[in-house]
């Protein structure tokens, strides 16, 4: 692993970034699971289709084939990558998100720039306790992924108490 | 204007009208053949009660010009009351249309910096058109730190001519649109020549099809474009710009220097050929009349031009600096980009080219050069897509450059249709910095820089730097908000 993502005992990074839950592996396969039974039924139902029409078409088989490989590789491999490879760092001035399985990318949000935190959770994530926090800048939006809820919570908390301090300053300035 | 409580011109009923019976005329011509008499009977009951409705909501709709804002404010089943600080403005334009041309009045689009909001005006205002006038005249002074301009004649900062709008709406479009436009039309011709020669003629219609999309690719773009920007004029007073356009709607639009993002020199493949450059803004607001596009602050013009009239316009976005080329070792993950994209394009053309000959194998009503181009239309594609991509290989890394200076930085990307950015680190909303394997073995890394531009949030994407080097963009954004110096402040100075 590249010493930028190694935590110490603190299960902190050299530059003070935390790592994710190791639960969120399991969220993303069981997402990815869903991912795959329901194009499973698409492509089986294409393929129906396509027999009763007269055709069988097999260069659709390579791609059927490239698309299970893909989902297989998703469900076994990017999860462990994906956990290996995300931190993140809310500081007080800015968020720093590190995060990718092939290119890894450094986000920057400053916290001045956040006009609205949301925390978000779907089903699936419901059910394992995380959630993410989405940051709205003006230029689009950032977020942490897969974080506990009370975490998540914290983190929302914060930068809210934190953008609605930095408007009050302005009004005053 | 202050304390005044107004309510928009009764032609904003006709209009709403004249857009929904448009809309129900179209579905009347699906449903016409059915129920004829019926339709026209729902239409007009419809049309009735939408007349009452319209007219309620006129009735009921307030503006009221505040000392610090404005409030538009509307009592009906569905209340409304949105609050606009004149400080937020950050553009406003007066539209002309054909209904405000008949019955003299002007509509006022009022819009603030906001990226969910950036092609929708946050109030939408008509008046009489001196009173438009007065209201733009005074909405600009509130928002900036000027007094108001009388109603003078001001000269254009650039001498367009109607000549330049011409070469403008012909070479400002983008290359790759123009190719495939022309690439349609050869395929448009094997088509009808194929078709023609069929003994039953009239069935053959795909080469009309192929003959649209050149119409659409192509010829549309290009009447848009000098329909929209003729009677072209644009001049700066004080800290603000003023922008005037339009052929048969006029847009008259004003923005505070402050409200700009950033600017762009652009330069289509054709156009560099030619020396010729165009420039454009990124200000919120100014692409709701310009359907999604950045607005044109100088059409296609000499580069010497270009230049010229950022140095008029926008001195505030002009700084001396050198670009930094990409290193040498830049070459290796762009080769690696490079290859793995000719990779995927072969295997996709191949897959759908054996799919395609499935397909059409049992199509007797193919025949000729339309089939053989049928059959190999994927391969054509993958061929040119695959060489296109060694093209954008090698132009990639000659091109792309990046300089940062004290208050602004640009980034110049674009192989075929170049593109020179120049940015304010106080209006960057988010820095990104990726890095992949090949590149992260060199120390190389790609920089997006998040803004907020005239369609929204977007991105601009920089080359292959050295890490070190792109992440001094947020070590001053962020070093500029510590000490102070950010849009905020500045814009409370």
């Not at chain 2, 709406?169 to 011709?189: D, P, R």
Request: proline fraction near 3%; charged fraction near 20%; hydrophobic fraction near 45%.
């Amino acid at each position: 692993m590249a010493s930028e993502f190694k935590v110490n005992e603190d299960g902190l990074t050299r530059e003070g970034y935390k790592p994710l839950h190791p639960k969120m592996k399991k969220v993303m396969r069981v997402t990815t699971l869903i991912y795959l039974i329901v194009s499973v039924i698409i492509l089986a139902l294409v393929q129906i289709f396509s027999v009763n029409l007269g055709g069988f078409y097999w260069p659709s088989l390579i791609i059927i084939l490239f698309i299970i490989v893909y989902y297989i590789v998703s469900i076994l491999i990017i999860p462990i990558i994906y956990y290996a490879r995300y931190r993140y760092n809310v500081g007080n001035d800015r968020i720093d998100v590190l995060r990718g399985v092939f290119i890894i990318r450094h986000i920057i949000v400053p916290i001045e720039r956040i006009h609205q935190v949301e925390v978000t959770r779907g089903p699936i994530k419901n059910i394992f306790g995380l959630a993410n926090v989405s940051m709205t800048t003006a230029g689009g939006i950032a977020s942490i992924e897969y974080l506990e809820l009370s975490e998540a919570e914290k983190i929302a908390d914060m930068l809210n108490d934190r953008v609605v301090s930095i408007l009050k300053e302005r009004e005053t300035n | 204007m202050t304390g005044e409580r107004l309510r928009n011109h009764p032609t904003v009923i006709l209009d709403n009208l004249v857009q929904t019976a448009f809309v129900i005329f179209i579905v009347l011509i699906f449903t016409l053949r059915i129920w004829a008499s019926e339709a026209f009977l729902i239409v007009g009951g419809v049309l009735c009660l939408l007349t009452i409705m319209f007219y309620w909501r006129w009735r009921k709709t307030f503006i009221h010009f505040n000392e610090n804002e404005l409030v538009v404010e509307r009592n009906t089943l569905f209340s409304m009351k949105k609050t606009i600080p004149y400080t937020k403005i950050a553009s406003i334009n007066i539209n002309r249309s054909i209904t405000n041309r008949i019955f003299r009045t002007s509509t006022l689009k009022v819009n603030v910096n906001s990226s969910s909001n950036a092609i929708v005006p946050e109030a939408v205002l008509v008046f009489k058109m001196e009173l438009a006038e007065k209201v733009k005249q005074d909405l600009s002074r509130t928002g900036s730190k000027d007094e108001p301009q009388a109603e003078i004649y001001h000269a254009s900062a650039v001498d367009v001519s109607s000549k330049d709008i011409i070469i403008h709406g012909l070479f400002s479009q983008s290359t790759l649109q123009t190719l495939s436009g022309f690439f349609f039309l050869g395929v448009s011709v094997i088509q009808l020549r194929d078709e023609m020669m069929r003994p039953n003629a009239s069935e053959g219609f795909q080469g009309l099809i192929s003959l649209g999309m050149f119409v659409l690719l192509t010829i549309v773009p290009t009447i848009t474009s000098i329909v929209h920007n003729a009677n072209f004029k644009v001049y700066r007073e004080k800290d603000i710009v003023y922008l005037e356009h339009g052929l048969i709607s006029k847009f008259k639009t004003s923005f505070p220097v402050a409200k700009v993002n950033a600017v762009h020199v652009r330069s289509t493949f054709v156009s560099r050929l030619l020396g010729m450059s165009y420039l454009e803004a990124e200000v919120i607001g100014l692409g709701v009349d310009t359907k999604n596009k950045r607005p044109v602050l100088c059409p296609l013009k000499k580069n010497e031009v270009i230049t010229a009239a950022l140095r008029e316009l926008l001195p505030e976005f002009v700084y001396e600096h050198d670009g930094i080329r990409q290193p040498l070792e830049a070459r290796k993950p762009i080769a690696a980009k490079a290859a793995a994209g000719i990779f995927s394009i072969v295997a996709a053309s191949i897959i759908l080219t054996l799919l395609l000959r499935s397909v059409i194998s049992g199509d007797t009503t193919l025949i000729g050069m339309a089939r053989t181009l049928a059959e190999n239309i994927f391969l054509i594609i993958g061929t040119l897509m695959t060489l296109g991509m060694i093209v954008w290989a090698f132009g990639y890394y000659k091109v792309a450059e990046m300089s940062l200076g004290e208050d602004l930085f640009t980034f110049v990307s674009g192989v075929v249709d170049r593109k020179e950015t120049t940015m304010l680190y106080d209006k960057v909303q988010m820095v990104t910095v990726s890095k992949g394997p090949v590149a992260k073995r060199y120390e190389l890394a790609v920089g997006k820089v998040s803004l907020l531009t005239a369609t929204g949030g977007a991105n601009v994407s920089s080359g292959y730097f050295p890490e070190a080097q792109l992440n001094k963009v947020h070590k001053i954004v962020m070093a500029r908000l510590a000490d102070g110096r950010y849009e905020g402040k500045l814009d409370k100075a």
